[in-house]
């Protein structure tokens, strides 16, 4: 199950905050994506946030180990 859209995980991945080795190619490209735009002023946190949880939930089975590493489950 992927984790609640409000945890602040979510948020910190994106600003780069959690620095973990992610296993999935598509999902670590997403996150630096993200980060990049938002530290760029193209995304605000909170479409950025609804980006990635849509991302994961769409690929839950492929992120799974990453999502538990994440979020500590």
Known sequence: ???DINRL???E???GK???KIESFSLQ???S???RNFK???IKIDR???ELHDLCEKYEKIYTNDLNRIFKN
């Open 29 to 31: 490209m997403k996150i």
């Open 40 to 42: 760029n002023g193209i």
């Open 9 to 11: 995980e979510w948020q």
């Open 1 to 3: 199950m992927v984790p």
């Open 18 to 20: 959690i620095q973990l």
């Open 13 to 15: 991945l994106i600003k």
């Open 33 to 35: 994506s993200l980060n």
């Open 48 to 50: 950025a946030v609804k």
